[in-house]
T-cell receptor, first 114, second 112 residues
């Protein structure tokens, strides 16, 4: 079925520590993997994405890794700051062609303690 | 460039009524996807429209429907509202679909 599993559901870290969130997906044809950050009361915003032709992508303190064989991808946040506190969602596309059908993981609530 | 807008921002309805929500995508974007967000179920895909055609559909009952106009603006309709339809309804637009989706602020629907 169309499924994206995300773990953990909650994550609490000290400021400056690293945070890792992991997702697995069920459709081997999926080829685009975005991560969204949603702050309380706000809309989800894309923070990083990766396509299946690369294994890793970095953007300052944020990185995403992809293992297509195992069908999982992970978000890594280094040197966490209080403003990183939010809910993070991974997603994967399902359906054929250039589909805009994203299936989201259940979300991870990240709390960064000062 | 203006972002994705949704109207209305808040709605209160009673069971059995119907509701229409509107989404205006970013200029030039042809794909509009709709999602339902609830605390228990997270973000669930409703449907996607591209060039006025429904391209994908999620696992929601037929009470949920939508359409897209020639200017890419999209509407979704929920008929015979149930208490469980209370949620934040988000739309997202993208150029073609499988690229960055930009979310609107959402419409908060409360069904009493």
């Amino acid at each position: 079925g169309e499924n994206v599993e995300q773990h953990p559901s909650t994550l609490s870290v000290q400021e400056g520590d690293s945070a890792v969130i992991k997702c697995t997906y069920s459709d081997s044809a999926s080829n685009y993997f975005p991560w969204y950050k949603q702050e309380l009361g706000k809309r989800p915003q894309l923070i990083i994405d990766i396509r299946s032709n690369v294994g890793e992508k970095k953007d300052q303190r944020i990185a995403v890794t992809l293992n297509k064989t195992a069908k999982h991808f992970s978000l890594h946040i280094t040197e966490t700051q209080p403003e990183d506190s939010a809910v993070y969602f991974c997603a994967a596309p399902f359906g054929s062609g250039n589909t805009g059908k994203l299936i989201f993981g259940q979300g991870t609530t990240l709390q960064v303690k000062p | 460039k203006a972002g994705v807008t949704q109207t209305p921002r808040y709605l209160i309805k009673t069971r059995g009524q119907q509701v229409t929500l509107s989404c205006s995508p970013i200029s030039g974007h042809r794909s509009v996807s709709w999602y339902q967000q609830t605390p228990g179920q997270g973000l669930q895909f409703l449907f996607e429209y591209f060039s006025e055609t429904q391209r994908n559909k999620g696992n929601f009952p037929g009470r949920f429907s939508g359409r897209q106009f020639s200017n890419s603006r999209s509407e979704m309709n929920v008929s015979t509202l149930e208490l469980g339809d209370s949620a934040l309804y988000l739309c997202a637009s993208s150029l073609r679909g499988l690229d960055e989706q930009f979310f609107g602020p959402g419409t908060r629907l409360t069904v009493l």
